[in-house]
C-alpha cells in the first residue's frame, strides 16, 4: 500500500519537470530573439513566469542553460535518427531527408545554432562546452554506423569514429546550405548523398 505521502511526491516531481522544461523552452526564445550575449536569466525567468531564483535551482549559470537546451534538440534528433534506422539506411532514406528539411526550415534552431558558433568562437570556455556537446553528437551516432556496417558485411576505408564524423559533418552542412539558398539542396539530396558515401567507403 503506497504511503500519504506518495501522490504529493509524485505531484513535486512532475511540477519539478514541468518547471525545467519550460525553463527551456522560455530559454529557446529568448535566446533566438535576443542572442546569446544580450539574454538574461532575468528575462528568461520571467518568460518562463518563475523567479531567478527558481532558474538557478535548474540551471548553475546561462551557459548550462544554453547547453542543455541543446542537448535537448540532440537526445530529439539522434531518437528520431535511430528509429528511422532501425531496419537499415535504405528504408530510411526518406525519413532523413525530411530531418535535413525540417532542422534547416525550422527558424528558431538556426538562431540558436549561429548564437552557438559565434558564442564558441568568441569564449574558448563554451567553446570547449560546445566541442564537447558535438563529441556526444557523434558518439550518438556511432552505433547507428556500426550497425550499419555490420548489415552490409563490409568494412569501411575509414574507422567508424571517422565516417560518423563524416555524416555528421554532411547534416549541419546541408542543413546550413538549405537555410541559406533552398534550391541547392534537393529534397533526397541528403539520402541519396549518404548512400553514395557509404557505398564508396565500403570493402567486402
Known amino acids: 500500500m503506497s ?27 529568448v535566446f533566438a530573439d535576443k542572442g546569446y550575449g544580450a539574454a538574461s536569466v532575468g528575462e528568461i525567468a520571467r518568460t518562463a513566469g518563475v523567479s531567478v531564483g527558481a532558474l538557478y535551482a535548474h540551471f548553475a549559470s546561462k551557459q548550462d542553460l544554453f547547453l542543455a537546451l541543446m542537448d535537448r534538440r540532440r537526445v530529439a534528433e539522434m531518437g528520431a535518427a535511430r528509429d528511422h534506422l532501425a531496419d537499415g539506411l535504405p528504408s530510411a532514406l526518406e525519413a532523413l531527408d525530411r530531418q535535413v528539411a525540417d532542422t534547416a526550415d525550422d527558424e528558431r534552431a538556426a538562431l540558436l545554432g549561429a548564437e552557438a558558433w559565434l558564442y564558441a568562437v568568441r569564449d574558448p570556455d563554451f567553446g570547449a562546452d560546445l566541442a564537447a556537446h558535438h563529441e556526444r553528437l557523434r558518439a550518438d551516432l556511432l552505433p547507428l554506423i556500426r550497425a550499419e556496417r555490420e548489415r552490409r558485411g563490409v568494412t569501411w576505408t575509414l574507422a567508424d569514429e571517422e ?16 537555410r541559406l539558398a533552398r534550391d541547392t539542396v534537393p529534397a533526397d539530396l541528403y539520402g541519396r548523398a549518404l548512400l553514395a558515401l557509404l557505398d564508396g567507403l565500403a570493402t567486402r
Do not use: C, M, N
Open 163 to 178: 565516417v560518423a564524423a563524416v555524416v555528421l559533418g554532411l547534416f549541419t552542412g546541408l542543413v546550413q546550405h538549405r
Open 3 to 29: 504511503s500519504p505521502d506518495a501522490p504529493r511526491s509524485g505531484s513535486r516531481a512532475e511540477a519539478k519537470e514541468r518547471t525545467h522544461a519550460g525553463l527551456l523552452d522560455a530559454a529557446a526564445t
